[in-house]
C-alpha cells in the first residue's frame, strides 16, 4: 500500500453474531481525496467507520492508515463526526470543545476560538447542545472534530438536519479543507452534494464494496440512460422489477422511467423507448447502489 | 492515560452538581446523627418485645445502622456508629450504583467514543473512567464521615478511644468491595443496556444473597460448606467484627475478578447509542 494512501482496507470482514454486516470489502483513499462513501439504509456504511475508528473491533481483514498498521497512534490524527453516535446533551457547545482538546492535547484558550470560527458557531457555544438546533448542534460537533487540525475527516451524514445556508456554509469548510490538504472521507445519502463535493467515491451494497474510482472513471464506464414512456409509472416500475431484475431503473418524469444501462435493454410491450442519453454521476452511483450488477 | 486522568477529573468534579452532592451528604451525616441520638433516646422506655421486632440474627437492625445490644443502642459512641456504619454495605452499594449509573451513562452519551475515536485504548479510558468516579466517591464518603464526626461532636454524643488501626481495616476493605461492586454494576449496566434493571440485580445480588445465607444459618440453623467461599457473604458479615486476612483476600480477589472481567466484556462490546 502506498504512503500517499490515507486509508487502505483490504477484504474487511465483520458479523454482530452470526449476521454479516461487512462482507470482503476493500477500499483505497488516496491522500487530498474527498472520498464520497455512498449506499442504502443498513448498506454498512456507518459500521465501516465504526471500524475504522476503533469503535467495532471484532473483525478480520488489513486496515492500514496513514500507511501504517500502528492504528491507536495514527487515529489521532483523525477527526469524526459520528451521526449515531451524540454527547452529552447537557454539556454546553464550549466544554465540549475543551474536552475535545483536552484529549488532543491541545491549547482550549486558541483552538477553541479557529475552530468556532472555521465552523461559524461562536455564537452559540454557550448554549447547552440539548437546546441547540440540529444544524447548531452539528457544527459544534464538526468544530469538535476539527480540534487538533486532523489530517483525516471523518464524517457521517454531515448534510443531515441542515438549512440550505448552513449546507452551502458546510459545503464551502470542506471545500477550503479540502483545498489545505485534508483527506475527508463523507457518506451522506444526499446524492447531489456528494456529487458537487467529491473526488473519489466507493458504492457499498449489502456490506459489499459495489464499485469505487473517481468522478472521472466513473463516467468513462459508459452508462447512459434510456428513457421509456409507461402507462402507470408504479405498474411500469413494477412490471419492470419483475420482468428484469437485473436492471436499475429509476422513476424519471411524470409517467417515464430511466433505465440505467450500459447498453440499451430490451424490454416488452407497454415500454415505448422515448430518449437516450449520457447517464450523470448521481445516476450512475445509484445504478451501484441497486446492487444490479451482481445479480446480472 | 494522563490527559484521560484530566479529562475525567474535570468533567467529574467542575460542575454544581459535584457541589451539591458533597453538601448533600453533610446534610445527610447531620440527619442520621439527630436520627441515632432519636433512637437513642426513645429507647429508654421501649419494652424488650418492641425491641426484638428489629432483631435481624444477632443484630437489631435500625436502617442506617445495626447494634448488638440493648447497652449498645441506649450509649451511643461516636466510634461504634462510625465502625459500624463504614461496615455496612448499604454506603457502598449506593456509591457503586452511583458510579455505574454515571459510568454508564458515558459510555451512552459518546464520551467513550470521542476518547476512543482519537486513538485511546478502550481498556484506559474504562480504567480512567473507573478511577476518577472512584476518587470521587471516596471524597464522597470522606466527606459524609467528617460531616458524621462534626455532628455527632457537636450532638455531645461521647467518643471512646478510636482505633486508627481498626478504621484503616475497615476503610481499606471498603474500598475493595466498592471497587468490586463498581466493576460488577458497570458491566452489568453496559451489557443489559438498560442501566435501572442492571443495578437492581447488582443491588439484590449484593444485598439479598449474603441476607438468605445469614437468614439460614442464624433462624434455620442451616449452614452451607460453600458459604465460606461465598465472597459476599463474607464480606457482608464484617459487622461488629474485625477484618480479617481473609476478608482482604476475598475483597481484592472479587476486586480483581471483577475488573478483569469487565475489561474483556468491554474490549469485545458494540458502541451504540442509546
Keep these: ?138 457544527r459544534i460537533l464538526i468544530a469538535g472534530a476539527l480540534v487538533g487540525a486532523p489530517s483525516l475527516l471523518i464524517l457521517d451524514e454531515p448534510f443531515n438536519a441542515i438549512d440550505p445556508q448552513g449546507m452551502e456554509h458546510l459545503r464551502i469548510l470542506l471545500h477550503t479543507l479540502h483545498k489545505g490538504g485534508v483527506t475527508i472521507l463523507v457518506t451522506s445519502h444526499i446524492l447531489p452534494e456528494l456529487v458537487r463535493l467529491a473526488t473519489d467515491f466507493g458504492v457499498i451494497c449489502e456490506g459489499r464494496m459495489s464499485s469505487e474510482g473517481t468522478m472521472r472513471s466513473l463516467k468513462e464506464r459508459g452508462f447512459f440512460r434510456y428513457i421509456y414512456a409507461v402507462d402507470a409509472l408504479s405498474d411500469g416500475i413494477h412490471r419492470l422489477e419483475q420482468e428484469h431484475p437485473a436492471l436499475c431503473a429509476i422513476p424519471y418524469y411524470e409517467d417515464t422511467i430511466a433505465v440505467i444501462s450500459q447498453s440499451q435493454p430490451v424490454l416488452s410491450e407497454g415500454f415505448r423507448f422515448c430518449e437516450k442519453a449520457e447517464a450523470d454521476t448521481e445516476e450512475i452511483l445509484r445504478y451501484y447502489m441497486c446492487g444490479k450488477e451482481q445479480t446480472a | 492515560m494522563r490527559k484521560l486522568l484530566a479529562l475525567q477529573c474535570r468533567k467529574t468534579f467542575c460542575n454544581a452538581a459535584a457541589a451539591a452532592i458533597f453538601g448533600s451528604a453533610l446534610l445527610l451525616s447531620a440527619a442520621v446523627v439527630i436520627f441515632l441520638q432519636n433512637i437513642s433516646g426513645t429507647l429508654s422506655g421501649v419494652s424488650d418485645d418492641m425491641l426484638e421486632t428489629f432483631r435481624q ?20 459512641y461516636t466510634n461504634q456508629l462510625l465502625t459500624r456504619i463504614l461496615n455496612s454495605s448499604s454506603l457502598t452499594v449506593l456509591l457503586s450504583v452511583y458510579i ?150 476475598s475483597a481484592a480477589g472479587l476486586a480483581i475478578g471483577s475488573a478483569a472481567a469487565g475489561l474483556l466484556f468491554l474490549n469485545c462490546i458494540h458502541i451504540k447509542n442509546e
Design chain 1, 1 to 138: 500500500m502506498s504512503e500517499e494512501q490515507v486509508i487502505g482496507v483490504r477484504d474487511l470482514n465483520f458479523s454482530i453474531g452470526s449476521k454479516p454486516i461487512l462482507k470482503g470489502i476493500s477500499l483505497s483513499v488516496r491522500k487530498g481525496a474527498v472520498y464520497a462513501l455512498v449506499g442504502n439504509n443498513g448498506a454498512g456504511k456507518t459500521t465501516l467507520l465504526k471500524v475504522l475508528l476503533g469503535l467495532e473491533t471484532q473483525y478480520q481483514g488489513e486496515i492500514r492508515l496513514f500507511g501504517s498498521q500502528e492504528l491507536l497512534a495514527q487515529r489521532r490524527r483523525i477527526g469524526a463526526v459520528m451521526q449515531m453516535l451524540c454527547r452529552n446533551m447537557s454539556l454546553r457547545g464550549k466544554e465540549h470543545l475543551r474536552q475535545m482538546c483536552l484529549l488532543c492535547g491541545a491549547d482550549p484558550a486558541t483552538e477553541i476560538t479557529r475552530v468556532a470560527a472555521m465552523t461559524e458557531c461562536t455564537g452559540y457555544l454557550h448554549k447547552r447542545l440539548r437546546d441547540c438546533s440540529d444544524g447548531m448542534y452539528k
Design chain 2, 57 to 76: 440474627g444477632q443484630y437489631y437492625n435500625f436502617l442506617v445502622v445495626q447494634m448488638r445490644s440493648r447497652d449498645e443502642l441506649e450509649h451511643l
Design chain 2, 100 to 249: 455505574s449509573r454515571t459510568v454508564t451513562a458515558e459510555f451512552r452519551q459518546g464520551g467513550f467514543f470521542a476518547a476512543v475515536a482519537k486513538g485511546c485504548r478502550r481498556s484506559s479510558v474504562y480504567l480512567s473512567y473507573l478511577l476518577v468516579m472512584l476518587l470521587f466517591t471516596f471524597l464522597l464518603a470522606v466527606t459524609y464521615l467528617a460531616g458524621f464526626l462534626v455532628s455527632a461532636t457537636a450532638a455531645g454524643i461521647p467518643s471512646t478511644e478510636i482505633a486508627p488501626g481498626e478504621l484503616a481495616a475497615v476503610l481499606l476493605t471498603q474500598v475493595f468491595m466498592l471497587f468490586s461492586f463498581s466493576v460488577f454494576c458497570t458491566t452489568l449496566s453496559v451489557l443489559l443496556r438498560q442501566t435501572t434493571a442492571a443495578m437492581l440485580t447488582a443491588v439484590s445480588v449484593v444485598l439479598a444473597l449474603p441476607s438468605g445465607f445469614t437468614y439460614l444459618r442464624v433462624v434455620q440453623h442451616i449452614s452451607f460448606p460453600f458459604e465460606k467461599f461465598w465472597v459476599l457473604s463474607r464480606l457482608s458479615d464484617l459487622t461488629g467484627r474485625m477484618p480479617e486476612m481473609g476478608d482482604y483476600l
